[in-house]
């Protein structure tokens, strides 16, 4: 296999929530067409995960950072996915903090003590029934606490399943990905739902089946915080 067939690419997770990372500030990527994204994050015949993490070069911030579903939709916000390529350039720059540019927003991420943090930005609230809360943080989100009502297929959903005091448990199923172990800005949609409903801002302590982040701040800043890792590095043959 020639050097030119390989691409250079970095398995993460954060709570279960996997990604590939392609780091497009040290070396030329493939053009990301439907076919090659599905090839990619496909689990049996590529290296597989939930999102597929391109980033790039920006004016504004250390890079820019797009996100494809593993059914090859192009998503606008993915929290885990920030944590995880945050965690990557803080050590590649050597910086205290860095930024990362979505399309419709730059984003801060730092070490902290319970792992990495970033600054999501504002959540909005859209709409709300007696079984749900709707909330914008980028990407759309249905928060039901209540399963009396049939799940929208084109929003993110996140079920809540308990509630002891600020700590919140939920299941997620993610637009253009399915049933996923965690969700970072679903966790932080979940936090502004609550807030909204009960009426604090209080910490809240997001359990998902593959773990548990904080969030904090308020519906105008929002702050998610928890563990990532890298799983493993290796070369993809294109």
């Known amino acids: 296999m020639s050097e030119e067939t390989m691409l250079p690419f970095t398995k993460m997770q954060a709570q279960g929530n996997d990604f590939i990372v392609l780091n497009g500030l040290d070396h030329e990527l ?3 067409t ?8 496909e689990r049996r015949f590529g290296i597989g995960c939930d ?10 911030a250390d890079a820019h950072m797009r996100i494809f579903n593993n059914d090859d939709t192009e998503a606008a916000n993915c929290g885990n996915g920030l944590r995880c390529v945050g965690a990557l350039l803080l050590d590649s720059l050597n910086k205290e903090s860095v930024c990362i540019a979505l399309n419709d927003r730059i984003v801060t991420a730092k070490k902290t003590d319970n792992g990495i943090a970033v600054d999501m930005g504002a ?5 709300q029934t007696d ?13 039901f606490f209540e399963a009396v009502e049939s799940f929208p297929k084109n929003r993110n959903i996140e079920i809540v399943t308990g509630q002891v005091a600020d700590h919140v448990y939920i299941d997620i199923i993610e637009r253009g990905a399915g049933r996923t172990s965690a969700c970072g800005s679903g966790a932080c949609a979940t936090a502004a739902a609550v807030w909204h409903i009960d009426g604090h801002t209080r910490p809240q302590t997001i359990e998902m089946p593959g773990g548990k982040v904080l969030v904090s701040g308020t519906p105008d800043n929002l702050i998610l915080e928890g563990e990532v890792s890298i799983v493993f590095s290796g070369q993809y043959q294109l």
Not at 51 to 60: M, Y
Not at 123 to 127: D, E
Not at 133 to 139: H, W
């Open 30 to 32: 493939p053009e990301c």
């Open 34 to 41: 439907k076919d090659f994204v599905r090839t990619i994050t």
């Open 51 to 60: 999102q597929l993490l391109i980033l790039t070069t920006s004016k504004n």
């Open 123 to 127: 959540a909005r609230i859209t709409n």
């Open 131 to 143: 079984a749900h809360v709707d909330v914008e943080i980028g990407n759309p989100h249905s928060v």
